[in-house]
């Protein structure tokens, strides 16, 4: 059963506007992406926010889950897209931003978005030890801190909604994941806008940088905010992020 508020969403958009793609993050849903959604409705492009398999149920589902399930989910919301729109941008937040740059490279794509993206799981754990390390320990905590001290926004914080802690299986899936990310990142060849705020602790802004030099676009472009956490879509700079997106679409379809 899904948590509520965390269902996926559908915003019709004009004929003959671009589709986008919105991706959630590790641990998170949908929800993550629908205020991101709905201002990119208001400009007229049509918005699919999924649900990455195993995610906004229970955690015992996501420990089910691998990280070729969640490629499959970006690859289904795709082609019921496709139905809408021949040109599809996507965008992710997080681990979404990972699987956006990675699909970028097999899915026929107009531009992508990646906000708050991990260049490298942040651990020297070999996946086998990882994978036998969550026999016995399933979960750790997200972080040393309490949790949402990292948000600038406390409301949003309040309504958020994502598991509490991550599943130590699932890590292993997303190091998997963004290994292979990084072999594809050379092979991108549509514009690219990353953004990252420079207030993220869980997700380091450098980051961003060893993204950018990776990628083979040559439109490429780092945005950096500042007033927001991780969950750049929720968290209190999200207008800067929604108008930056926004733009960057209309800009590369101007020269479509």
């Known amino acids: 059963m899904l948590i509520p508020t965390a269902e996926p969403f559908f915003f019709p958009g004009k004929p ?5 793609l919105l991706i959630h993050g590790f641990t998170g849903a949908p929800k993550e992406m629908r205020w991101l959604g709905e201002y990119l409705s208001q400009q007229g492009y049509s918005n699919l926010g999924i649900r990455l398999a195993g995610h906004a149920t ?3 589902d996501m420990i089910r889950s691998r990280y070729t399930d969640w490629i499959a989910s970006v690859e289904d919301g795709y082609h019921l897209l496709c139905g809408l729109t021949e040109r599809i941008y996507l965008i992710g937040l997080s681990m979404g931003g990972v699987l956006s740059l990675l699909m970028s490279t097999r899915l026929d794509v ?12 942040p ?17 750790q905590p997200k972080s ?15 309504e958020h909604v994502s598991y509490p802690q991550n599943p130590v299986r ?4 997303l190091k998997l994941l963004t290994a292979e990310m990084r072999a594809a990142l050379p092979k991108v060849k549509v514009p690219v806008l990353l953004i990252h705020s420079k207030n993220d ?5 450098e ?6 030099i990776d990628l083979g676009s040559s439109d490429k472009t780092k945005l950096y905010i500042t007033g927001s956490g991780h969950v750049v879509t929720r968290d209190a700079a999200r207008e800067q992020v929604f108008e930056a997106t926004s733009a960057f679409i209309r800009r590369v379809e101007a020269v479509a």
């Open 207 to 212: 980051n961003i940088e060893q993204i950018y």
């Open 201 to 205: 602790t869980y997700i380091l802004p």
């Open 16 to 20: 003959g506007q671009p589709g986008c």
């Open 110 to 121: 107009a531009g992508v978005v990646a906000m708050s993206a991990l260049y490298r799981i």
């Open 170 to 173: 699932s890590g292993a899936e």
């Open 58 to 60: 229970r955690p015992e």
């Open 123 to 139: 651990s020297d754990y070999p996946v086998w030890m990882m994978n036998l390390l969550s026999k016995f320990v399933r979960y």
């Open 144 to 158: 040393k801190e309490e949790p949402g001290a990292t948000w600038f926004d406390k409301k949003a914080y309040a």
